[in-house]
């Protein structure tokens, strides 16, 4: 009898996140384990898979492979073929190839294993306090990769020669580092290094020590982490914390902290179930927590979070031995890519933002911010998507428009590439106005264009003229056209009847003017929308200007609003100053019309004399929001409502200004007029959704960054039966405009 008969052989393609997670040496150990026989191998699709058995063997092992991946496996395809069966005596793993079209996933960075992290602290271990320990279940992914399939030659891990005790663990395949494309150890692998201008110390079991004592005497450390450098220095102390302030001209804007572990948290944060679950996750982002109290107010002063990220590293993990907690933010002068080099660092010494630096040589290849969330109505919502997330696809099934490269936004910028059905976001790249973001920009779209094998003539632009990235020849895309599209995205909502209700800052719109508060009707041909609803415009004295010399919107919005015969609702505001700006807007110099609830959110702040001029984008808005959360926390009264006045299509602002300016006037708590005036933008909200009984709703845009304003809609919107529906894993803020942008 043949040896073959009643044998059956398949080929099983498997595509998503599938290398560098553990999937060969997962599927050699369920093979094994079903007496099959015959490969797996790595393949710029993904992972290829031959094997063959009795059929009830084949069968048991495909079911294993699809309810027990490995952990950090997303699988996005899998096809299985029958093929003729062949003489092979053994299931084996074969040397990967990469001639073929590119399509398997790559792996984000992955924080630190429990594994890892007790073989770094096991004074047996051969990796004792070794900075650079990693299995296929940890360590660093995307900002190593040069190249797919993800291979230790197409990494920056290359240069590194495994020793024999690595190499072994990297051959077998039932050890937890088998094909660790990182894997190292003090004898192979990558050392860290304290440097400053002057000098290097090379004594690796002195420099945690060294380090350590550096920040408890105040000095501002630069830390090399997965993708990027980050600044660290003590938060207790203050005259640290001040200097860096000013070293790095930020006066007011938060700073992250990174704490040792989660009791460590709790000692200072509030810390639901939900924000302990992200904390703790393989992603380990920066989390938005709320203070138990004041004492890091000089941390984060202008609003009631603190964002609070664990050790993600080896290094992390045996730095955070010696401290309990460590200012932990990005390295880089205003507005810059973050560092990723020593010679980068070396420019930060320079202009003294750093005193020593704590650096190693493994390089970077993929400059990659940390993560950035917070937990809104029990949901995880993105604010800024890199570290632990990029380049994680999105799957959005079937769409007519075609392949592109989308470009994002100015602000906050990412961009997106949208291959078949899947969409790759890039990571957090910042501010295109400044030309250093705008080159990192182009060289990420090299690499990405590359990485994905990927080629197309379509490329999606923002609509507004005065963008970097805009080009007559591209396809414009209005701002929050791609707002709305990225919520119906991520919410399965293409083809249906929607009404996008956006809030943000910027965005230019189909008449010429600047948009930020409108509603949007989309219909199952989602390439087209109109207008139905929009706050009434307002001039912006000054343009640009009036972003940071906010009292110029104070003035604007309460131009006509006159009691008794005289101008009020400015008594924050000099008269000199108020003649002056008036002045502006009755000639109409430089006074573009925006309809815009962010510059709302700035304008009223100004009026109640929180803030006449900002130091960073949404300043006054978080001043604001901290104002109306501390009324919600302390105070058991009730409130009256302003107005909400809507004539035909148009949101009018300025019956619920001349109220807040009667409150602000007589005194009453800057907290409840701050309550109160958010409570209007749900009341409005509300108001016209009544009026359109809208199908479904998406909310997207910056505004609903804001996490009180979010809780106080879910809260009526939920009384109101509807559907509705808002971002969340794909940034609410213009860091999901390119997401949006994609999907045409």
């Not at 290398?19 to 710029?44: I, K, M, S």
């Not at 906050?412 to 106005?433: E, P, V």
């Not at 924050?572 to 510059?599: A, H, M, W, Y």
Request: neutral net charge; aromatic residues 8%; proline residues 4%.
């Amino acid at each position: 009898m043949n040896k073959l008969e009643n044998i059956k052989r398949v080929r099983i393609k498997v595509s998503g996140i599938v290398q560098g997670v553990g999937f060969r040496p997962t599927t050699y150990r369920y093979a094994h384990d079903f007496n099959l026989v015959g490969h797996v191998v790595n393949t710029p699709e993904g992972v290829t898979i031959e094997a063959q058995g009795p059929e009830k063997d084949i069968n048991g092992f495909i079911k294993k492979l699809l309810e027990n991946p490995p952990s950090l496996a997303k699988i996005t395809g899998f096809n299985i073929e029958n093929i003729e069966p062949e003489q092979n005596n053994d299931f084996v793993i074969l040397t990967s190839y990469s001639h073929g079209y590119k399509e398997t996933e790559i792996s984000p960075d992955i924080a630190t294993c429990d594994d890892c992290i007790s073989d770094i602290f096991d004074r047996t271990n051969r990796r004792y306090l070794y900075p650079f320990t990693n299995c296929t279940n940890c360590g660093p992914r995307f900002s190593i990769i040069k190249d797919r399939p993800y291979d230790r030659k197409k990494t920056s891990m290359s240069i590194f020669t495994m020793c024999p005790d690595c190499q072994k663990e990297y051959n077998n395949p039932n050890d937890r580092r088998f094909h660790a494309q990182p894997n190292a150890c003090p004898k192979c692998g990558p050392s860290i290094r304290l440097l400053n201008l002057k000098e290097s110390f090379d004594d690796a079991k002195k420099i945690i020590s060294q380090t350590v004592k550096l920040i408890k005497n105040g000095a501002i450390i630069s830390i090399k982490s997965i993708g990027g450098f980050n600044i660290a220095c003590d938060p207790y102390n203050k005259a640290a914390v001040n200097r860096l302030r000013i070293k790095k001209n930020r006066p007011a804007k938060a700073f992250a902290m990174m704490a040792k572990d989660m009791a460590t948290v709790e000692k200072i944060c509030y810390v639901s179930n939900k924000e302990r679950e992200i904390l703790t996750s393989r992603t380990a982002p920066i989390v938005l927590l709320r203070k138990k109290d004041n004492s890091f107010d000089h941390i984060s002063p202008d609003n009631n979070y603190l964002g609070i990220v664990l050790p993600f590293t080896p290094l992390h993990h045996i730095l955070f031995e010696h401290i309990d907690l460590l200012i932990m933010t990005s390295a880089n002068k205003t507005d810059e890519p973050i560092a990723i080099n020593d010679e980068q660092i070396f420019d930060l010494m320079k202009d003294e933002i750093v005193d020593y630096s704590l650096t190693h040589n493994r390089d970077i290849v993929n400059r990659c911010d940390d993560s950035i969330v917070q937990i809104v109505n029990n949901e995880v919502q993105v604010i800024r998507r890199a570290r632990g997330m990029v380049p994680t696809a999105f799957n959005i099934g079937n769409t007519v428009w075609g392949d592109n490269l989308s470009m994002g936004a100015n602000l906050k910028n990412t961009f997106s590439i949208k291959k078949n059905n899947k969409i790759y976001m890039s990571q957090h790249i910042g501010d295109l106005s400044d030309v250093r973001n705008y080159d990192y920009q182009k060289g990420e779209i090299t690499k990405f264009l590359k990485l994905l094998d990927f080629k197309t003539d379509k490329i999606n632009i923002d609509a507004h003229p005065g963008y970097e990235n805009y080009n007559e020849n591209y396809n414009k895309i209005y701002h929050h056209h791609a707002h709305a599209l990225s919520a119906m995205a991520e919410n399965g909502l293409l083809g249906k009847s929607v009404l996008g209700i956006i809030c943000d800052g910027t965005g230019y719109g189909t008449d010429g003017n600047i948009w930020g508060f409108e509603f949007l009707d989309i219909n199952k041909d989602y390439r087209k929308f109109k207008r139905s609803m929009h706050l009434k415009y307002f001039p912006l004295p000054g343009g640009e200007k009036a972003i940071d010399e906010i009292d110029r919107i104070a003035i604007s919005i309460s131009k006509d609003i006159k009691e008794t015969g005289r101008i009020v609702g400015s008594k924050f505001i000099s008269q000199e100053r108020q003649t002056l700006i008036n002045g502006i807007i009755d000639k109409g110099i430089n006074c573009p019309l925006v309809s815009s609830l962010g510059r709302l959110f700035d304008g009223v702040a100004a009026l109640c004399g929180i803030i006449q001029k900002v130091s960073y984008e949404a300043q006054a808005a978080i001043l604001l929001q901290k104002q109306a959360e501390n009324f919600l926390n302390n105070s058991k009264d009730k409130i009256s409502r302003y107005n909400v006045s809507i004539d035909k299509d148009i949101l009018d602002y300025e019956p619920m200004i001349r109220e807040l300016i009667v409150d602000v006037n007589a005194e009453e708590s800057i907290e409840k007029v701050a309550y109160k005036f958010h409570m209007w933008v749900v009341d409005a909200i509300l108001a016209i959704i009544k009026k359109e009984e809208p199908a479904h709703i998406v909310f997207s845009g910056g505004c609903f960054q804001n996490s009180l304003l979010c809780k106080l809609l879910n809260e009526e919107m939920k009384k109101s039966g509807m559907k509705y529906f808002f971002n969340y894993e794909i940034p609410i803020n213009d860091a999901g405009v390119s997401f949006g942008q994609s999907i045409l």
